[in-house]
């Protein structure tokens, strides 16, 4: 098969990752290319050499390009990923004989008005367009948004939950008395980053904890989280470090795994933690939750709840035992549900077939 996908950027996120491990995966067998649309292209250089990658950029001139992309090419199958992408490639491969695809990454939650009626927007021009489209949800809770929310008919709709490459080395959990808390991820709202600030406040209150925090990702509210933590008075324990291409040191210093969203379609940081043997706090939200089992591969507590958080936090600090029997199961359900050979097999096949 010739596979396109096209997505709007290859910058450092879940949906992003995931197409790397996807295409890195499926150019062992097929002919694949990528085209992105904004200038961001860190995850460039960690794509197979195989890989054909081009910009087409996001302009009045877009669809025309990718017009003239797929008469080049002549593509099996077209495969968008992500609001501008999905939109402009959709309506671009209408008339192609290629099999189209869609994956949606994230649920919607209404933030403001503004993001109301864009969501309205993209709404009516992605049933307009899409008639010929399967779209591929990546959560049982994302594919109840798509059903509901985009109205799309059940016969187009798939469930294909997010994998991630076994290709890195299982890390343990560190023995050092200082317990790493680690957060990775956007600095943005829909991550909650205060509620887990407030958690380190919390702790620090107490007698004889030893933690600090590392925060790996960049965003908008990232001079906002750094002037709440000096105003917390816990700057000295929290390292904001930036965005960074290879994570997987972070996780190989970590104690404890935090992801506090207040939204999640999925969350691949999980994923990566459950890899890592890292063990696992989150919030108990859609996404993240079928993939935790409370209490059995990792714990769950109620978004921007911080003292529960806390909690949790300062039980997995007391109990090395329950640390490491968390870490042990989560990497059990990575090996077990979430290995990419066996989602790109999946993919495939509904290429195929579909």
């Known amino acids: 098969m010739t596979i396109i996908h096209i997505i709007t950027s290859l910058g450092i996120g879940g949906a992003e990752k995931l197409l790397v491990n996807v295409v890195n995966e499926q ?13 961001i292209k860190d995850l460039v250089p960690v794509l197979d050499a195989n890989i054909k990658v081009k910009q087409i950029p996001l302009n009045f001139l877009t669809v025309s390009r990718l017009k ?8 099996t199958v077209i495969h968008t990923h992500l609001g501008h992408a999905d939109l402009l490639g959709i309506w671009s491969a209408r008339n192609q004989k290629a099999n189209i695809f869609c994956t949606m990454h994230n649920i919607y939650f209404k933030k403001n008005f503004l993001d109301a009626i864009f969501f309205k927007c993209y709404t009516y021009l992605f049933l307009k367009i899409s008639k010929n489209c399967k779209v591929i949800s990546i959560s049982k809770s994302v594919e109840e948004h798509v059903l509901k929310k985009l109205k799309l008919p059940q016969n187009r709709s798939f ?6 490459p076994n ?8 023995k050092n008395k200082t317990i790493n808390l680690l957060f990775i991820g956007r600095l943005e709202k829909q991550k909650s980053i205060p509620t887990f600030l407030k958690a380190i406040y919390q702790l620090k209150q107490q007698q004889n904890v030893n933690i600090t925090a590392t925060i790996v990702g960049d965003g908008s509210l990232k001079k906002e989280l750094e002037t709440l933590a000096k105003k917390l008075q816990i700057k000295h324990l929290v390292n904001f470090v930036g965005k960074q291409e290879d994570t997987n040191p972070f996780y190989n210093n970590a104690g404890i795994f935090i992801l506090p969203s207040i939204w999640e379609g999925f969350g691949i940081v999980l994923l990566e933690a459950f890899r890592a ?6 919030s108990n939200i859609e996404g993240p939750s079928e993939l935790i089992n ?9 978004p921007e709840n911080h003292i529960e958080l806390a909690n949790h936090i ?3 600090i007391n109990n090395s035992s329950l640390r490491e029997r968390l870490a042990q199961k989560g990497f059990s359900t990575f090996t077990e549900k979430f290995q990419i050979n066996t989602y790109v097999k999946k993919l495939n096949e509904l290429y195929e077939h579909f």
Do not use: D, M, R
């Open 27 to 39: 150019v062992k067998q097929h002919s694949v290319h990528i085209i992105y649309l904004k200038p």
């Open 68 to 75: 003239k992309y797929y008469k080049t090419v002549k593509p």
């Open 159 to 164: 469930l294909l939950y997010n994998a991630i």
């Open 167 to 174: 290709s890195i080395k299982a890390y343990k959990t560190t």
């Open 277 to 282: 043997k890292v063990p696992i706090i989150a």
């Open 294 to 302: 409370h209490n059995v591969n990792g714990l769950l507590f109620e």
């Open 314 to 316: 300062l039980l997995l």
